[in-house]
């Protein structure tokens, strides 16, 4: 029972990475399912979220440029990220559990078992 991530690398500002949160020994449609970054010497920070409803969430800083779905029949959930800053640079990780904060407003989510991808490196630099 484990997150697979998949994607990451080195992009330009203002390019496009898609990442990949797989599934293996467990329905991933049944959980929430959130995206969180962390970079060196700060704490893990929620970026986005997709509940079991298909209902959205993300911070405000990327509002607009990343887009989360859920593929079913993968059991997959994709993070589609465009125009990145290198400000969004930073270790990407998924998990079955969900803390996003945005302006007026915050979403959080735990199954009771959570969880969590090995983390894939994104780096957005010229």
């Known amino acids: 029972v484990q997150l697979v991530q998949s994607g990451g690398g080195l992009v330009q500002p203002g390019g496009s990475l898609r990442l990949s949160c797989a599934a293996q020994g467990f329905t991933l449609d049944d959980y929430g399912v959130g995206w969180f970054r962390q970079v060196p010497g700060k704490e893990r920070e929620g970026v986005v979220c997709i509940s079991t409803d298909g209902s959205t969430y993300y911070t405000d800083s990327v509002w607009g440029r990343f887009h989360i779905s859920r593929d079913k029949a993968g059991n997959t959930v994709y993070l589609q990220m465009s125009d990145l800053k290198p400000e969004d640079t930073a270790v990407y990780y998924c998990?079955?559990?969900?803390?996003?904060?945005?302006?007026?407003?915050?979403?959080?989510?735990?199954?009771?078992?959570?969880?969590w991808g090995q983390g894939t490196q994104v780096t957005v630099s010229s």
């Open positions: 998990a079955t559990k969900c803390r996003v904060e945005y302006d007026g407003g915050s979403h959080s989510y735990s199954s009771g078992r959570d969880y």
